[in-house]
């Protein structure tokens, strides 16, 4: 395809995250099925969910271009989906595919949201002001879902993984995100640390 022009851009880019959404909506329920937590299986099956609307607004946009989707494979999301399936071939601790399976679910979020963040802006540029709205509503769910998973991996899922091994129950509560929400964690810790 000739790229002459930000509109060619902004259309393969559109092409790129619509195959990246369909990859997204066959590959979710294999998450579904095997998360364990109950917050984390609902989590996965509202964002199934989400994405076919992500798909249905990508098709929206892509009617009022007079253009099809079709014709291109997203191959960042096909390795994303596949690293997930290699974390599903481990032989896991439920808590800890558990918290496996956050970590791929960020990844494609924030994968996601580089996708939508540049064009949400490229249609800006371009005057095409429905999409903005369409683009911007899509990128609000996907981050609102990599919060969401933030939340669940802090607030019980990642304590259970660390947990769930006898020799880990020694080692100090040193944790990636703790520094940046000191405020929760260690009550919630504390507690459960306890409660063993
Ligand atoms: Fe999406």
């Known amino acids: 395809m000739e790229m002459e022009s930000l509109r060619d851009l902004y259309i393969e880019e559109l092409k790129d995250l619509y195959s990246a959404e369909k990859q997204l909506v066959r590959a979710l329920p294999k998450m579904v099925k095997n998360a364990t937590n109950p917050q984390l299986k609902e989590a996965f099956q509202n964002h199934l969910e989400e994405t076919e609307g992500h798909v249905a607004r990508l098709e929206e946009i892509f009617e009022s271009l007079e253009s099809s989707p079709r014709g291109k494979k997203c191959v960042g999301m096909e390795g994303l989906i596949e690293e997930a399936s290699e974390l599903l071939e481990e032989d896991a601790e439920d808590d800890v595919l558990d918290a496996g399976l956050i970590s791929k679910a960020q990844h494609v979020e924030h994968y996601e949201m580089a996708g939508y963040g540049t064009v949400r802006t490229w249609a800006q540029t371009l005057g095409e002001d429905h999409h903005v709205e ?35 129950e020694e080692e100090t509560p040193s944790r990636s995100r703790s520094a940046k929400r000191p405020a929760k964690r260690p009550a919630r810790s504390t507690r459960k640390r306890a409660s063993r």
């Open 134 to 168: 369409l683009l911007e509503q899509t990128l609000q769910e996907e981050k609102n879902a990599d919060r969401l998973l933030t939340q669940i991996a802090e607030s019980g899922v990642n304590i259970d993984a660390e947990v769930g091994d006898e020799e880990e």
